[in-house]
């Protein structure tokens, strides 16, 4: 099967502060790929090379065979991106921001209204359509969001911890769609420090440290002993132990004598 | 008039199409762009922002506005009957305030990191997002423009005839490019000298700015033209001026309609005509191209991989603790008030909402402060005479200053970050009045007691050094003022409501009650300086005692005198 995803020896800096050292990877359509990291290790800038937002990078990185950087607007047509940073236009409704997105896909008026109503109807903001945002929580955006990158049916679904302040049944809710989603056939890229989901729904795991993949494959190749799990092996992997003797420390701090003001 | 604007993209499909625009998307966004501009709360219209439901006829009611402003500039054509000197004001008043709603009130729209998340990711060509963003000024202008100039145009047709209008919209135009010029400079320059959230605490200043020239220019400026220019002077005659590009226009119009053919008018009428021609050769060859690159790194700069820290420094890394600290330990009482003093200190130092609607209260005191030399008329020495003949007037001006003390202590209730104030229940707080007290401490230590001093300064300074004990009295007095009405008032803890609140006429109800409060006591105060000036001093001490009683029952406030929200 041909790889749907295709990176080859991406590097990225900041000023010169390099962010990705050379990353090489081949995704095939209808995974869903676990992208965990440490925080800055590496997952969102990798997920925004993907999505077009970055275009100043190093190496080679395609869709379907299409350069992100030459062929930026076939791609985003077939891909859907859920940001990290809960950003929303909040002074609009929903209503009125997902019109906005889907007519940008150029669906019509008609399918956009009927899909995204439905869509937050499962979400639970089938009350809130024609409300303004900058009154909603921190959730309620993320279920805008999620709607807004899955809006127009996308082949690839770029997910940058999608279940970003969800309550429990919301969580839930989008872990199920994005098993479903991918056994429609679609490619799913999902970023969380969410260790217990991504072990949950990943067919295939890749971690980032420091901009660099250090372990690739699925969770059962993964890991090394009978019984561990995800966070168990991330912590191995990232040369991060001893958290029982922090702990200890930490606690210890209570320890030592106290003063206070009468 | 958003709905006629927005029909009026699909007349240039063609044009679109050629310059590889999608018109589809370019409506869709340019839509949604007017959609946010009618609910973003502007430098303008600040103080009434905020309104959940949609108003209609909103952009009627900000039309009206920029109406009344173009009458205001009409005035200018009005007040000086050299044509030329009139133009000259009214186009140098117009660049300014073009140039500083663009700045204060659009840069926001402009520099909106968000589009990179949400227009990005989209299938939409990077021309149809430039393009959107050109035609989202240009319909911003168009809104701003055409009320303002309505006014100055009706008064040419009907003083110089259909020829002189004729005249006057090119005039306007090319006043327009030059100024889009000038903030794309600015802009550029900014970007280049600064980081992003620098650059956007500049144009936050910018804002705070904008409404002081703005109140100042409408408090004095027709006082001082009506009283030191007047008549047929010719502005013009001033070479200085030159400098000045509103002086170009002025001379096209004594060129062309006067015939003037004096050589230095010559030379500026031809600089106004070149002017429109180099500014759109400049903006479109370097600066439009410059700016795109600039605005996509500020975005990435916006985004959770280059913001730096804010460093603070701590006293523990300074040579002296801070006058935060100082003070702090000095007045407070105890450690919760201490707590509140100093919270309020870092939030209102660092709260842009807090600035944007606080610190045009100062402006506006030292406006008034000025206006009461644009009393009367003739040269600086003449006006201090005609007010040593009023020597009570001080005393205006000094209860004046409880209205801005009292500002300050209402909006200290109000953040963006309400929630926060969980922090309040979630700790063992006995009495949660010292929390209010080390609030309301914070507002006068910080701004009231310096503003007050360069006031006092200010005074003494005018009507002499007699008139010190009316300035003690009156402090005391505006404190005693201020910590009754926030007794009265104030039963929310610092920053534990929204600004939606804010509008929902507890400041007015409080602006009623200080100026009640301030009339009564500084009435007093004037008998007593009038009748029976050694009663001035006998009451400081009064005053102040009573102040100190005051503050002490509002220290007690336990919580059943607090509003929770």
């Known amino acids: 099967m041909e790889p749907i995803i295709r990176i080859q020896n991406l590097q990225k800096f900041y000023g010169k502060k390099e962010v990705l050292h050379g990353i090489n990877l081949s995704i095939l359509p209808g995974q869903i790929i676990g992208y965990i990291g440490a925080n800055g290790a590496g997952k969102s800038t990798t997920v925004r090379i993907l999505a077009g937002l970055d275009k100043q990078f190093n190496g080679e990185v395609s869709i379907k065979g299409m350069d992100v950087r030459q062929d930026a607007l076939a791609i985003k047509r077939i891909i859907g991106y859920i940001p990290e940073l809960n950003e929303i236009y909040d002074v609009l409704t929903p209503k009125e921001f997902l019109l906005t997105v889907g007519r940008l896909h150029d669906l019509s008026d008609e399918t956009i209204l009927q899909r995204s109503t439905d869509m937050l109807v499962y979400f639970g903001l089938g009350d809130q359509l024609d409300n303004r945002m900058d009154t909603f929580s921190k959730g309620m955006r993320q279920k805008v969001l999620l709607v807004s990158g899955l809006l127009h049916n996308p082949e690839i679904i770029f997910m940058d911890e999608p279940l970003s302040g969800l309550d429990a049944n919301a969580v839930i809710l989008v872990k199920e769609i994005i098993v479903q989603l991918a056994e429609q056939g679609k490619t799913v890229i999902y970023c969380s420090h969410n260790m217990d989901t991504v072990e949950k729904i990943s067919d295939r795991i890749i971690l980032i440290d420091n901009g660099k993949i250090i372990a690739d494959g699925p969770f059962e190749e993964l890991r090394r002993n009978e019984g561990d799990s995800l966070e168990k092996l991330f912590s191995q992997l990232t040369g991060q132990s001893g958290f029982e003797q922090t702990a200890n420390a930490f606690t210890q701090s209570f320890s030592k004598p106290e003063d206070r003001y009468e | ?565």
């Not at chain 2, 589809?24 to 502007?42: C, P």
């Not at chain 2, 600035?355 to 100062?362: A, G, I, V």
């Not at chain 2, 970050?417 to 969980?422: E, H, L, T, V």
Request: hydrophobic share 50%; glycine share 8%; charged share 15%.
């Open chain 2, 1 to 565: 008039m958003n709905k006629l604007l927005l029909s009026s993209i699909y007349l240039f499909n063609p044009l679109w199409r050629s310059l590889g625009v999608e018109p589809r998307h370019l409506y869709t966004i340019v839509e949604t762009k007017l959609i946010m501009d009618g609910r973003r709360k502007g430098a303008i219209s600040y103080a009434s922002n905020r309104a959940k439901k949609e108003v209609k006829g909103q952009d009627v009611l900000a039309m009206a506005m920029f109406g009344l402003l173009g009458l205001l500039f009409m005035f200018f054509l009005f007040a000086l009957r050299y044509r030329p000197s009139g133009l000259f004001v009214y186009f140098s008043g117009y660049m300014a305030f073009l140039a500083m709603t663009l700045i204060s009130d659009f840069t926001d729209v402009l520099i909106d990191v968000r589009d990179n998340y949400i227009l990005l990711p989209r299938p939409v060509s990077s021309r149809t997002v430039g393009v959107s963003r050109i035609l989202h000024i240009l319909f911003y202008l168009i809104k701003l423009i055409i009320p303002l100039a309505v006014p100055a145009m009706v008064f040419l047709v009907i003083a110089d005839g259909v020829l002189a209008l004729l005249l006057f919209v090119p005039l306007m135009l090319i006043a327009t490019i030059m100024t889009l010029l000038l903030v794309n400079l600015i802009y550029l320059a900014l970007m280049n000298l600064t980081t992003p959230r620098r650059f956007k605490e500049i144009i936050h200043f910018f804002q705070i700015v904008f409404f002081g020239i703005s109140f100042a220019g409408y408090q004095l400026l027709p006082r001082l033209i009506g009283a030191n220019l007047g008549g047929d002077i010719n502005l013009l005659d001033n070479h200085w001026f030159g400098f000045a590009p509103s002086s170009w226009l002025a001379a096209i119009w004594s060129w062309w309609l006067l015939g003037d053919t004096t050589p230095y008018i010559y030379v500026w009428a031809v600089l106004g005509l070149l002017s429109p021609v180099v500014s759109i050769f400049l903006i479109a060859q370097f600066l439009s191209q410059d700016f795109n690159a600039k605005l996509l790194a500020f975005g990435e700069g916006g985004g959770t991989h280059q913001n730096r820290a804010k460093k603070v420094k701590t006293d523990q890394q300074k040579a002296r603790p801070s006058w935060m600290t100082l003070t702090g330990n000095w007045i407070c009482k105890n450690t919760t008030e201490k707590a509140g003093y100093e919270l309020s200190w870092r939030v209102t130092q660092r709260s842009r909402d807090f600035k944007l609607k606080f610190y045009p209260n100062l402006v506006m005191l030292l406006v008034y402060f000025l206006g009461i030399f644009a009393v009367g008329s003739g040269n600086f020495r003449e006006r201090m005479e005609i007010l040593y003949e009023y020597p009570m007037m001080y005393l205006g001006v000094l209860y004046f200053s409880a209205l801005i003390s009292m500002s300050g202590n209402g909006l200290t209730s109000f953040s963006d970050q309400f929630k926060s104030a969980w922090i309040y229940l979630a700790n063992p707080v006995a009495q949660p009045g010292y929390l209010l007290s080390g609030a309301y401490k914070m507002i006068m230590v910080r701004f009231f007691i310096p503003m007050y001093i360069v006031l006092g300064g200010l005074t003494m300074a005018i009507w002499g050094p007699l008139i010190i004990g009316d300035i003690l009295l009156a402090m005391v007095n505006v404190l005693l003022i201020s910590i009754c009405s926030s007794a009265l008032n104030t039963n929310n803890l610092p920053f534990s409501l929204p600004w939606e609140e804010a509008s929902k006429g507890r400041s007015f109800g409080l602006a009623i009650l200080t100026m009640l409060m301030s009339t009564i006591i500084g009435g007093l105060h004037f008998l007593l300086a009038f009748y029976f000036p050694i009663g001035v001093w006998l009451m400081i001490p009064l005053s102040g005692l009573l102040f100190f009683r005051v503050l002490h029952y509002y220290q007690n406030f336990s919580w059943r005198n607090i509003s929770l929200n």
